[in-house]
């Protein structure tokens, strides 16, 4: 297959890099070869199997609607951008594109979610989350921290769920859910010890997604890869 990988910083690179690991062609813009999405046209798009997006908030909404818009398939690891969701699901669905999107590809990370949802089903307990990510990380908290709150709220939803982000030094990333009750404390931990598992999972996704069309969260998806 050919990719399209949006954004050449640390994780967009490790994308392509795994992709061609895995025998796809990659292809790779960085922010000033795609302005706008100007890049994202119906010519330059023609034999690209999926776009795979890692930019910022304001690049991966322009860049979701303009490779929608032409029928084309996006697997997107930026986040911020979901108070657009309604429109692109709705982009989607009318010009038979797909979307597939998550807060993190980790395949590890997808299993802490389960367990958070089994942990959030214990009584007279208390939650809490912890994230901890390298200093250039612009959101905080982060968008995995933020789905570990709402699975918990799914359960649970007038718990109160405090969350306490750090940002330290290049950490690939760690989040921790503390459940404690009056007689004990459990707690369920993922540390990242490099970006390779987000990149695989965003590859694997993109391998999945590339014959389908309509809109998935990766939560949905992951255990069919």
Not at 2 to 10: D, Q, T
Not at 48 to 59: K, L, M, N, Q, Y
Not at 73 to 99: C, D, F, N, Q, S
Not at 132 to 147: E, F, I, R, V, Y
């Amino acid at each position: 297959m050919l990719f399209l990988v949006l954004g050449k910083g640390k994780t967009g690179s490790l994308v392509a890099e795994v992709a061609r690991e895995r025998g796809h062609g990659v292809r790779a813009y960085d922010v000033n070869e795609n302005v706008r999405a100007s890049a994202l046209t119906a010519p330059n798009l023609a034999g690209v199997d999926v776009v795979i997006d890692f930019t910022t908030p304001e690049a991966a909404q322009e860049n979701i609607r303009a490779v929608l818009a032409l029928g084309c398939r996006i697997v997107v690891g930026t986040t911020g951008w979901y108070a657009h969701l309604p429109e692109m699901k709705a982009l989607a669905e009318k010009r038979k594109g797909a979307l597939l999107y998550g807060t993190n590809f980790s395949l590890g990370v997808q299993k802490l979610f389960r367990l958070t949802a089994d942990l959030a089903r214990l009584e007279g307990y208390k939650f809490a989350i912890r994230e901890t990510h390298h200093t250039t990380k612009l959101d905080a908290p982060s968008g995995t921290a933020l789905t570990l709150k709402e699975i918990i709220h799914s359960v649970r939803p007038d718990a109160e769920v405090p969350i306490v982000s750090q940002r330290l030094g290049d950490a690939h990333g760690e989040h921790m859910v503390t459940a404690t009750s009056d007689y004990d404390i459990l707690e369920l931990r993922h540390d990242a010890h490099s970006r390779r598992g987000f990149a695989l999972g965003a590859v694997r996704a993109a391998e999945w997604v590339h014959d389908k069309t309509g809109a998935w969260e990766f939560r949905e998806v992951f255990d069919q890869l």
